[in-house]
T-cell receptor, first 112, second 112 residues
Framework: AQSVTQPDIHITVSEGASLELRCNYSYGATPYLFWYVQSPGQGLQLLLKYFSGDTLVQGIKGFEAEFKRSQSSFNLRKPSVHWSDAAEYFCAVDQSQGNLIFGKGTKLSVKP | DAGITQSPRHKVTETGTPVTLRCHQTENHRYMYWYRQDPGHGLRLIHYSYGVKDTDKGEVSDGYSVSRSKTEDFLLTLESATSSQTSVYFC???????????FGPGTRLLVL
């Protein structure tokens, strides 16, 4: 069965520092991959997606992610974190019929 | 932002009572989804619809039913609510199979 693993439940970084959130997936075919962000009490907002083509994808708010088939990974990165980036981040893989399988999320805290 | 509304936004109910949550979209998207979000579990798919009167089960469908009589509305019904159904429920829409899903603001349900 398809699965998504986000190994880090909670990460704290200092404002201005770089960020990498890890995501590993298990999926037999070419995956459709997504990163969503959720601020407290809010719905999910799409940060970026990978369907095919260039393995480095750019998203909103200065985020990017790199698809590495050999490592079954789709890690999210940002070169300089802002306090407003504090939120929970979810990686997801799309099965057939658009059934998204989500990871359990990584909560990001930002230190001033 | 995608035109998705959910009602009610908050509900408290008692065990054994029926509950219906509504998702309304103004995007004319074909696909609609219901997820539940619980701490430590990320989001899990309950049911989805791929057209009017066309629905299918997701990962955690037991105890839930859905209906879609119009393109714009997707209803989730808990026939007899249980405390284990206390959760935050999110509706999502997408234009097609394996296309980006856009999420509504969520409904917070407490079953006492």
């Amino acid at each position: 069965a398809q699965s998504v693993t986000q190994p880090d439940i909670h990460i704290t970084v200092s404002e201005g520092a770089s960020l990498e959130l890890r995501c590993n997936y298990s999926y037999g075919a070419t995956p459709y991959l997504f990163w969503y962000v959720q601020s407290p009490g809010q719905g999910l907002q799409l940060l970026l997606k990978y369907f095919s083509g260039d393995t480095l994808v750019q998203g909103i708010k200065g985020f990017e992610a790199e698809f590495k088939r050999s490592q079954s990974s789709f890690n999210l990165r940002k070169p300089s974190v802002h306090w407003s980036d504090a939120a929970e981040y979810f990686c997801a893989v799309d099965q057939s019929q658009g059934n998204l399988i989500f990871g359990k999320g990584t909560k990001l805290s930002v230190k001033p | 932002d995608a035109g998705i509304t959910q009602s009610p936004r908050h509900k408290v109910t008692e065990t054994g009572t029926p509950v219906t949550l509504r998702c309304h979209q103004t995007e004319n998207h074909r696909y609609m989804y219901w997820y539940r979000q619980d701490p430590g579990h990320g989001l899990r798919l309950i049911h989805y619809s791929y057209g009017v009167k066309d629905t299918d089960k997701g990962e955690v469908s037991d105890g839930y039913s859905v209906s879609r009589s119009k393109t714009e509305d997707f209803l989730l019904t808990l026939e007899s609510a249980t405390s284990s159904q206390t959760s935050v429920y999110f509706c999502a829409i997408s234009a097609g199979n394996q296309e980006t899903q856009y999420f509504g603001p969520g409904t917070r349900l407490l079953v006492l």
